[in-house]
């Protein structure tokens, strides 16, 4: 069957993951003499973690108690006794924290400083909402980490007796996690101030893939099942129509009757994918 295949035009790395993989690879190569390591995968994709490996940048799991050489903080960010603990251990920090979540962590501690209690809308173990979190605690104890409703309604008297709650979101949150989050918080807060911080190269991923969503028998969502992003996005168009997940185009073998049955097929990828991956599925296809 003849296909009409389309690929989203915002797939793949966004600028926040794309100046980290630059700038990770420009360190090394202004710095061939010493160590360059990332604190965390600098992006969930495999190949790019073995291709930086190969130009010398080794990823490191934890901080060890000594070190020496250049420690980069990836486009997550982290908190501040992390970045405390690089110092202390010898390393010198380069802090590669993508500028939209270092808004997020500022308008956090905003939020905190000014007496809100504070309401971080995500997914409570991913390193950026750590990471916000960290900001938030320095400057009070009146903050939570909430993907549903359920979970601040077993706080709901602490909420209701704090007058002020302020809201953050992860940067690549879903609005449909946000809504029902804030409805909530409106029945219950004498005051509420919502900064919706999903940043603007997600917000407009998902757009864009939902438009494509709706007029495609299958879309396909390519990147790392680990990525928050990528599975969002993956989360959003099952809702549209039949989508499929996958990492790359070798796992595309596995859904071959559902090619063969669709004859419109739409390809997006998330903020971590790299473009030879998403051409790679193209060809397959
Ligand atoms: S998804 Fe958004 S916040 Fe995250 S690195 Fe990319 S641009 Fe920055």
Do not use: W
């Amino acid at each position: 069957m003849p296909k009409d295949i389309k690929l989203a035009k915002n797939a793949g790395f966004c600028y926040g993951v794309k100046r980290a993989v630059e700038t990770a690879k420009k360190l090394k190569a202004e710095n061939p003499d010493r160590n360059v390591f990332v604190l965390g995968e600098l992006i969930h994709n495999t190949q790019v973690i073995r291709e930086l490996e190969a130009l010398g940048i080794k990823t490191l799991t934890d901080i060890p108690e000594k070190g020496e050489g250049i420690c980069v903080i990836r486009s997550h960010g982290e908190s501040p006794e992390v970045i405390e603990k690089i110092k202390q251990a010898g390393f010198e920090p380069v802090d590669l924290t993508c500028p939209d979540v270092k808004k997020v962590q500022q308008k956090a501690v905003e939020l905190a400083k000014e007496g809100y209690y504070v309401v971080i809308v995500g997914k409570s173990e991913h390193p950026e909402v750590i990471g916000i979190r960290a900001n938030a605690a320095l400057y009070t104890d009146k903050v939570v980490v909430a993907s549903s409703v359920d979970k601040l309604k077993n706080l709901e008297h602490d909420l209701k007796s704090h007058k002020k709650i302020g809201v953050v979101v992860q940067t690549t949150q879903r609005i449909t996690t946000l809504t029902p989050i804030v409805e909530y918080l409106t029945s219950i807060a004498k005051e509420l101030h919502v900064e919706n911080t999903i940043c603007a190269s997600t917000s407009k991923r998902q757009a864009e893939a939902k438009e494509l969503a709706q007029n495609s028998d299958l879309m396909i969502v390519v990147g790392s099942k680990k990525s928050a992003n990528t599975t969002h996005l993956a989360e959003i168009l099952k809702g549209i129509t039949t989508t499929i997940h996958i990492e790359n185009d070798e796992e595309l073998k596995n859904y071959d009757d559902l090619v063969q049955k669709s004859k419109k097929i739409s390809i997006t990828a998330g903020a971590s994918t790299p473009q030879e991956v998403i051409e790679k599925v193209i060809k397959s296809l």
